[in-house]
DNA sequence: ACGGTGATGCCACTGAGTGCAATCAACGAC
DNA sequence: GTCGTTGATTGCACTCAGTGGCATCACCGT
């Protein structure tokens, strides 16, 4: 016999997303995720640093794919490109199939200010990792956390696109696109 | 006779920087705050909206001098020169003579991750005033995010090196440095 | 059998932030 | 001059996030 049922981890994300989605952020307690978890409060906080985490609970593991990605990508391509095409192809392998749950998270977090601050956060996170990448391939201190936010305001900008109602493009199509456009720009 | 000692809104401001200073920000109690400036907890809440805002404190205004600067140039030059101009022109206006009072509350910062997170929301409304300033001089819509994003990058690369002992150089000179270290990278 | 490990639970506590009502100098209307 | 209004301040009570410490007890290796 089990002393708990398992996977407490996925059930507190579960049943705080669920309630995310029903009543929004501010107005769900830590108390009422634990309760529909089947878990005490206390256990929320062994298993999330805080309530604003699990909503982004295993973002840094894609961060890792967007870094080796661009360390892969040949010398000489400049920088900005470099990152580009790192966060294109982590998109096509990350991203894609999740559209649905993406755009619920997304109108959670657009409803909740707290919550993206938290999300200005893990930005600044995943442009520090392109940075990292790209300094690793010899762009200067400034050239590499330049182009790393440049790159992490294009991923963005192409995902509230991506998100959009009615959008077929797939995420890398959009990233290249605002990648041209401010080129061009 | 005065029923109240005048300018609340900035005893609390120093009260509060001068207990960040000494203490650091998390062992800092709004009730000691409120205490320092002779004032009751409450009065804190009414001018300020919570205790991280007291640390950016009129960050406000100098975003609306940086956006004007952008308007202002010329027609024809492309978006990131343009807020890259803005910015060099706002910060010899606004920043240079206050680099003590820098130093201390980038230390203060730096030593709290809930400061940090408040920062990064800063950031992103600078980027966004300054994306909507390259809107209105007919940049495309991506184009001025991720210009607006660049240029704020560039901003704080510059300003990390302004504030380091022993800069002498203007923090605009530093500004001019980033820009031609990204576009060279 | 047994001691260690780690996930869970319980309790009490601090401190941020809020809602509401009361106070009372200053000020303008008349 | 009186009077009603305004607005900054206060005090109180409350909710809730997050923490620290300790107890519990299945499971696992020895």
């Given at each position: 016999m089990v002393r708990w049922e398992p996977d407490a981890y996925g059930r507190l994300r579960d049943a705080a997303l669920s309630l995310f989605v029903e009543q929004g952020f501010e107005k769900t307690t830590v108390a009422q995720i634990a309760e529909r978890a089947g878990l005490n409060r206390r256990t929320f906080f062994h298993h999330f640093a805080?309530?604003?985490?699990v909503v982004f609970a295993g973002q840094l593991a894609s961060d890792d794919l967007i870094a080796t990605e661009i360390r892969a990508?040949?010398?000489?391509?400049?920088p900005l490109h470099a990152a580009v095409a790192g966060l294109m192809l982590a998109s096509d392998t990350l991203y894609e199939q999740y559209r649905e749950g993406a755009i619920q998270l997304g109108a959670v977090i657009a409803a909740s200010p707290e919550l993206q601050e938290r999300e200005m956060v893990k930005r600044a996170t995943l442009a520090d990792t392109i940075a990292a990448a790209l300094r690793d391939r010899g762009t200067s201190e400034a050239g590499a956390t330049v182009s790393g936010w440049a790159a992490v305001a294009m991923f963005f900008v192409a995902r509230n696109r991506w998100n959009q109602p009615g959008n077929q493009r797939p995420l890398s199509d959009l990233i290249d696109e605002a990648h041209k456009e401010f080129l061009t720009a």
């Open positions: 805080d309530k604003r985490e990508q040949p010398p000489g391509t400049d």
